[in-house]
């Protein structure tokens, strides 16, 4: 089934309640690789319960970790004539991701979630589609947490008729050499920690559907390279101060393998921290504008 414009802006996903814990927030910690020195004491809170401290992208993976349907809370529905679109998954590439907190995340805690397709626009047939989706997160008093967007290339899906300008355009990083530029060595078997926090897709773990999806061995997820972004923020720009981060972002452009080596370069200009990443060794930009924003 094809993408239907303008009814795929429509689309709503049924409110969830989810609740997550100290050893979530942990786990995902440990998946973006902090906590590899036990005795580095500014990391030990990340993923330690005493003391504990949330990593902001943690907000990605937390939402998979105990999730039900939000008692008395189904989608909306459509209007009278909408036709539902159903975008081919086999063909699509995660593209952009970002997540804004209006607030610092707690250690534990339930919220609801909902989820809309904010944005769809036309490459054209045979080039793809960029659709954007938007979750929020409200909690138990009601108020907005946090909002996650999330940008997807459906290579299957051009052609459909939508708009083919008017897609916000991405953070600019600015044109001078980076203030810092620093390495973050990722473990051969990154992966398959990081795919316990709830993505178990083969490809970051199987030689063999690696390989039927066109690369040498697995790969290490998108929004893994995502939080080692954010953990070079933390670590080199704001000395490891999580509540600091109101929003990071950042368009996805090649992909990591475990046990590379990512050079993540920064800059810093007020409250806006720019950065790219990229592998040295490959000759491969892996994130390109990069934006964090800071309180």
């Known amino acids: 089934m094809p993408i239907y414009y303008p009814d795929i802006l429509d689309q709503r996903t049924a409110a969830r309640s989810i609740t997550y814990g100290d050893k979530d927030v942990m786990l995902y ?3 973006i690789g902090l906590g590899a020195d036990p005795m580095n004491e500014k990391e030990l809170p990340f993923v330690y319960e005493r003391d504990l401290k949330v990593v902001p992208t943690a907000a990605t993976v937390l939402a998979a970790a105990n999730s039900r349907p939000a008692e008395g809370r189904p989608a909306p529905a459509p209007p009278p004539g909408h036709r539902p679109s159903q975008i081919n998954y086999l063909m699509m590439v995660h593209g952009e991701q970002k997540v804004e907190l209006h607030k610092p995340l707690p250690t534990f805690g339930t919220f609801v979630t909902e989820g809309r397709t904010v944005g769809a626009w036309d490459k054209g047939a045979g080039k793809g589609a960029v659709v954007v989706q938007e979750t929020t997160w409200t909690d138990e008093k009601g108020e907005l947490a946090a909002t996650l967007t999330g940008s997807m290339f459906a290579r299957g899906d051009g052609g459909f008729g939508g708009p083919t300008e ?6 600019q990083v600015p044109t001078r050499a980076p203030d810092l530029s620093v390495d973050i060595a990722t473990r ?9 926090n709830g993505d178990r897709n083969p490809l970051h773990s199987d030689p063999q559907s690696a390989k039927m999806s066109g690369f040498p061995r697995p790969i290490l997820h998108g929004l893994c390279t995502y939080g080692i972004t954010c953990r070079a923020v933390l670590q080199h720009v704001l000395d490891y101060d999580a509540a600091q981060i109101r929003s990071h972002q950042v368009r996805f452009s090649a992909p990591v393998f475990p046990g590379d080596t990512i050079t993540v370069d920064l800059w810093k200009d007020g409250k806006n921290v720019s950065f790219e990443a990229r592998v040295k060794e490959r000759n491969a930009t892996v994130i390109r504008n990069g934006l964090t924003v800071l309180r």
């Open 188 to 196: 051969p078997d990154q992966a398959l920690l990081y795919r316990l």
């Open 29 to 31: 910690a440990l998946g």
């Open 166 to 171: 008017g897609q916000p355009e991405p953070h």
